[in-house]
């Protein structure tokens, strides 16, 4: 798509020439001197003609006879600008922008925008929508720099129509270019993730969409709150776009894989017809996506209740949403990555059981209504994912028992039933990654033993799907019976049950291949840092929405102060308290191995960030300033 700029060529220089022109009117009257007058003249001829370095140096002769003289000045910079010489104009301009004339003055920050506008094109190029990174924010940064000066120009003459429209130009622009790059920041990221790294991504971000409308009032009593509610209304919107990609990571995950026997096609064409589906696959197809799109219709009504300021009415949609990504989770996720979901979820909601238990009298305070509700809904994705890993057990051990190996991770398209979907293959390549939490733990959490420092048994999938279909409904009575704990707001009475299912989930998993879980790890660690890189990259454009006064920039520099004296106070307090819980616990904490335990502080320093990650986000919405589309 070619995206043409608000500010074009032709339309500087034409009010370039303007600017000059105009000087001509009154050359007369202010140059005493005849040869300071003859050269303004035919620096304006010549810049007319298009001779511009001819004309910057009739002006520059100029200015040696008339050196404070701000219309030498001004026109001294029209045609250094023509020029491309942009950082010795906007000196000249700046200078003439402070004549007490104001018809100059006008002209000049009028010009200083243009200025900006052309620096701005030159630097984007044909292709601005393909910008990244320092381009980006070096351009955003140019299109402010034009708004301040357009307004400056009203500021002085409320009836300039030129610095109007150009202004509204900017605002047209500079929205449509940020949705364009947010659009081609979802596909970049859509390629390079697979299914479950795609289904962990929206879960989590719709987790965090949630938890910033739970920050919000009840009542949004200002504007800026109200600002901040069209924004997230924005943003829950745009999540619903990812549903059509999910369909098609869907129904790509479907396709049965190749067949080595078949001659390959003498050509490739790229929008050759994929191998009809099968009339059972046909059916599982309808049935993922149907829960697919009962997650996008969820998606659209919080949307419209955040536009509506129904924030609590947004946060029930919202909620809504989450069942149907786990359950596509459960249905396309290979047993390992279940498994390992299972661990660092339970590992996780153990450390929050732990801490809430040492800070409440009876285990019954410690922690908000929000926060048991949380707690509760992953403790039910566990139990969940527990009843999955029967399923899936069951049908990978009949399948290695009658080929007499093991097919790891999946099964063949012609063994589904209409309720089962293939499992992700060696040779599909889909990593396990589970939702938000509850991704893939690494190999330190699933293969180390209660003991501490005896060695693992060896490695025998079957032995762990057969441990599996044993274990399965303990594990899944335990942990429905710890989410109905949690919804009662009992953590003292959760923990105990938290615990022994975690000890029954690490016993499946060692009896796994070590190799497996090492990949899983090294796979999630490198989708981990791949998110915190584009939170950080959206922090950096968000940046673009604030104030550039010093003011501003001091009281950031007073927030990261704090938030690292946050840092410093929380990993403290939580080592504190750890401590306490040990000491007061006794024998269950010290079946902890030294590797669980230093995972449990993993898990419980990423839930601090992350806390303190969602009230930076909220205040800068709250003190972020829209700047281009105010009223003028």
Known sequence: MNTSHPLQTR?????VVFALLAWMTSAAAIATDREAAKQVREGVRLHQAGDFEQAAEAFSKAAETLPANPRVAFNRGCALAAQGKHDEAELLLREAALARDSALAAAAFYNLGCLAGDQMKTLFGDQPEEAVGETRENGLLLVRAAVDHYRNVLRVNTEHAAARRNLELLRIWSKHIQDRWAQRDRERRREKMNLLEFLAWLQAEQRQTRAMAKGLPGKLDSPTLRQTARKLAATQRA??????????????ALQPPPDPAAQPPATSAPNAPKPALSPE????????????????QSMSHAAD???????SSAIVEQTEVLPPLNQLFEL?????????????????????????????????????RSDFEEAAE???????????????AEQLLAEAESAGDVVSGGVRPTDISPTEIPLPTAETDVTPAAPSDAAADSSQTATSTSGGDSAPPPADPKAAYRKAIELGPRIENLTSEAAADLQQQAWSEALPKQEEALELLQEIAELLPPQEQENEDQEQQDQENQDEQDKEDQEKDGEQDKPSDDEQKKKQDHDQKDSKQEDDADKKKSNEEREKSKKEQGQPQEKLSRQQAESLLRQVREREREHREIEKEIRRLLQSHIFVEKDW
């Open 11 to 15: 339309t500087i220089c034409r009010l």
């Open 239 to 252: 999540l619903t776009l990812e549903i059509e990609p999910l369909k098609v990571k869907l129904d790509e």
């Open 281 to 296: 696959m046909l059916q599982a197809r309808q049935a993922l996506h149907g829960l697919a799109d009962h997650a996008g």
């Open 305 to 311: 209740e955040l536009a509506n300021r129904n924030v």
């Open 332 to 368: 396309v996720a290979p047993f390992e990555a279940i498994l390992s979901a299972a661990i660092k979820s339970e590992t996780a909601l153990i450390e929050t059981s732990t801490q809430a238990t040492a800070g409440g009298s009876a285990g019954t305070t410690g922690g908000t």
């Open 378 to 392: 992953d403790q039910r994705f566990v139990s969940g994912w527990s009843r999955m890993l029967i399923r899936k």
